[in-house]
């Protein structure tokens, strides 16, 4: 530490400059290096955003009360199995309506990779669900079969988290009879 | 809208990682060869510029557009980015193109980069599935191989395509690529290797797919005037077109057929269209843009087609969403022969996506670099003198002009352009 005048006193030449004598504290944070040329590092970024449901909150609590809840539309009739606001083929406002909780599959696939987040989940089966009139689809996880076992257009019936993670997969569908 | 000419196109090659060069210098680079390659153009006459990149998650840079701007010295001139997941280097090809055709400006440079390697295959994965509904889709596994590999299996469902016939388009385009000194892959392989290569999502293995890659791509377009004043050989844009479809592939209708000016209605009878088997966005760009080139019939009136083959599957899809066969045909199409080199409409002679790689805001340019150079008739020029991919004109009465197309595809046919291109030898 750079050393103090006298209180209150003054030296012939003034007060004496401080800087060349401050440096900033070092620390023991270092930086994860993968190589130095070119120099590549490791940079970290993490984030929690503040996410609403916004208009498709109820999709999210019925599924809490075993309940699949899709969208009507108030103008055309036309019927969306994944929730929407407004009406892809009119433009009018929606209203929700319950879906039957047995659906055939439509499509599948098994994944045995995918994004870093469902790694760990690997192997898993996707299936896009189609209800007896209703007009579009919803996705889903299928569990219960394999790829060798699965078949478009096989049946299958919803079943749902006993707790809640609120996330479209507290529920997913299963096999309605053995495959 | 005025004449609108593409008079130089570069690019890097492209590449799993280039950790010796940002995203700056690659989209500079791919600029010093379009540069290099029309020298009577100087940057005072370039008015301005469109930048396409995708992720702002990949480049963890904001505003990065600017950067390789100013990178290239073309700042302070208008600048723009624009975005449409793996459509968005069409999106700026044709963005460029507005530009030009409405009279605004004169000259434009469409640049397009992509810096995928900063994260690891599985994170970049995830990053792309954020390009699906974050509320229903993403959470429940999301992952773009799986989308598609949906997609392909209802296709196989409702009209017969094979896993072999996808193999075929991955052993074609591959193929295609060996005499591509810019593709990235230079396999010569069977159907049987690719069925082999691991399995990602049933039925796509991993080479049923393309690679996240880093890399640049530039194409300038011009008016006709500037055209004629500095290069030899332009390439007219002929006609753009672009669709969209609803994001959710579950709230794809199904219902009929939008129907290309050679279709018959009768051909399509009881076929629930697109549902999730093609692309109805797609179809719309087509029909869109042929009608502005007054195409009547693709298949005699385009030489070639440089099409988004993220996937094998996606590709087969394509070739129906085109025109270049009746939907439901596109196994057998390639099982046929007709998209390859020496059949009925070469379909990515460069090798595309699979074989070239797809740093996504670079793709669609890539592709425009690969068409203005068959339409020029330069592939060997700018191939180290291999000019094998070289397309040739057909021999069709009343046409006096070689043309090709280039389709840029966003996720499960969200955002698709489509451009025709035409020689002006």
New interface residues.
Partial sequence: MAKKNPAGKRSAQGPKPAYGKVRLAETDIGTTVF?TD?L?VK?H?EIDYIHS?AE?SRFFRDLTEGKLSGSECTGCGYR???P?AYC??CGAATRWMELPLEGRV??????????????K?TP?N???IEFEGV???????LIGAT?KEIR?GMTVKAKFRRLAQF???DVYFVPAEKP | MRPVYMISGGITKFTKAEPRKSFRVMVKEAFDYAMRDCPKLTRERIDGTVVSYFSDHFTRQLKAGVMAVDMCGLVPKPTIRVEGGGATGGLCFQEAWRHVASGWLDCVVAMGFETMSHVNTWKGNEFIALASDTNFDYPVGGFYTGYYAMMVVRHMHEFGTTVEQLAQVSVKNHRNALHNRWAQHHYDLTIEDVRRSPMVAYPLTMLDICTMSDGAAVAILASEEVAEQVCANPVRVLGVGMGSDAMRMADRPHGEVILLKHEDPKWYKGLKYPGVHSFRAGRMACKMAYEKARIEDPREDLDFVELHDAYTSSEIQTYEDMGLCKYGDGGKFIEQGHPELTGMIPVNPSGGLIACGHPVGATGLMQAVFAFWQLQGTIAKHNEGDGYIQVKQKKSPGRRRMRGAIHSHAGTGTYVTVSILESTR
Avoid: Q
Wanted: overall charge negative; hydrophobic content about 40%; glycine content about 2%.
């Fill in positions: 190589r070119p590549i940079d970024y449901y498709d969306f199995a994944t929407r892809m083929e439509h499509t599948w696939t098994t994944c045995y990779f995918g994004s870093e987040a469902f790694l989940e898993f996707l299936a896009l007009n579009t689809l919803l996705l889903t996880r790829e478009v996330k479209p997969t």
